[in-house]
């Protein structure tokens, strides 16, 4: 694949595989060519969550917090004030976010970094930090904070290893134009639900399928992922988001089969919902 060995780890995903780290020669920036300003040296699992968690901060434009576990966003906002972001993304499952990797589009301030007290983290991202919020963070002995580079756009095709050989795809991305989605029923959203929705959209590319999100104000208050139906990643959104989710907007990274999911979310206080159709039973689900 042409990469350049960097390192080699502890160890892998687990403490009996051994692992390395390679980048890319042709690309200067992503968390393998991250900068570590502070902080024990890193492990497999945390490349792949903090990864993770730039891939998600670098789909937005507005300023975005991200807190991810295990891979997927457990925490997500977007505000012009960046404590205000950092709050919501971490009290949007602030169980899960213990022990989670925080990721922030914006230099990190020393307002966010005092917000930060109190919850462990094993790694912060971000495109730079202020000096204070520097110092503040580095009197955390296991937090590793990392400095990236944006990769200017540029990015490989995706390769997944399979058994005799391997896949090969170009990588998610996609300009999305809401004035093109369809209204497919009678009410048609307000301009609120609309952003949400948005919102729920793109949070919902970045959680393994079959993933829900339950977004308001543009926080992420809910999400299942990874489940093998439906609508049972709906009753984990549900779970997640308890009283939040009343008056959220769901979004779906594929078709509902079935109108079980559109009732569960309509019984949760959801109001809208968007999803991409396809299902033969289009005309019953909506």
């Given at each position: 694949l042409g990469y350049s060995k960097v390192n080699d780890l502890r160890y892998g995903e687990n403490?009996?595989?051994?692992?390395s780290l390679y980048v890319d020669p042709l690309l200067n920036g992503g968390i393998g060519n991250a900068q570590q300003l502070h902080g024990p040296d890193l492990g497999f699992n945390n490349i792949l969550d903090a990864d993770a968690a730039w891939?998600?901060?670098?789909?937005?434009?507005d300023q975005a917090v991200v807190v991810i576990k295990h891979n997927n966003p457990c925490g997500l906002a977007?505000?012009?004030?960046?404590?205000?972001?950092?709050?919501?993304?971490?009290?949007?499952?602030?169980?899960?976010?213990?022990?989670?990797?925080?990721?922030?589009?914006?230099?990190?301030?020393?307002?966010?970094?005092?917000?930060?007290?109190?919850?462990?983290?094993?790694?912060?991202?971000?495109?730079?930090?202020?000096?204070d919020?520097?110092?503040?963070?580095?009197?955390?002995?296991?937090?590793?904070?990392?400095?990236?580079?944006?990769?200017?756009?540029?990015?490989?095709?995706?390769?997944?290893?399979?058994?005799?050989?391997?896949?090969?795809?170009?990588?998610?991305?996609?300009?999305e134009d809401p004035t093109a989605w369809k209204v497919v029923t009678e009410r048609k959203p307000t301009e609120p639900e609309l952003d949400n929705m948005a919102f729920a959209w793109k949070a919902a590319k970045h959680i393994k399928s079959n993933a829900i999100v339950l977004?308001?104000?543009?926080?992420?208050?809910?999400?299942?992922?990874?489940?093998?139906?439906?609508?049972?990643?709906?009753?984990?959104?549900f779970r997640i988001a308890e009283d939040k989710a009343s008056g959220s907007a769901l979004a779906s990274d594929a078709f509902f089969p079935f109108p079980d999911s559109i009732k569960l979310a309509a019984e949760g206080g959801v109001t809208a919902i968007i999803q991409p159709g396809g299902s033969i039973r289009d005309a019953e689900v909506i």
């Open positions: 403490p009996h595989q051994a692992a891939r998600i901060i670098s789909d937005f434009d977007v505000h012009s004030d960046q404590e205000t972001a950092y709050l919501r993304a971490f009290e949007g499952d602030s169980v899960s976010a213990y022990g989670g990797i925080v990721g922030f589009n914006r230099p990190v301030n020393v307002v966010t970094a005092q917000a930060m007290r109190g919850v462990f983290y094993e790694v912060a991202v971000a495109p730079s930090y202020e000096p919020a520097l110092a503040l963070l580095r009197k955390r002995n296991k937090l590793r904070v990392l400095q990236v580079a944006s990769t200017g756009g540029q990015a490989g095709p995706e390769v997944r290893l399979i058994s005799g050989g391997a896949l090969f795809q170009t990588t998610d991305t996609i300009e977004a308001k104000d543009s926080t992420m208050v809910g999400m299942g992922a990874g489940q093998p139906n439906r609508v049972a990643s709906v009753h984990l959104a």
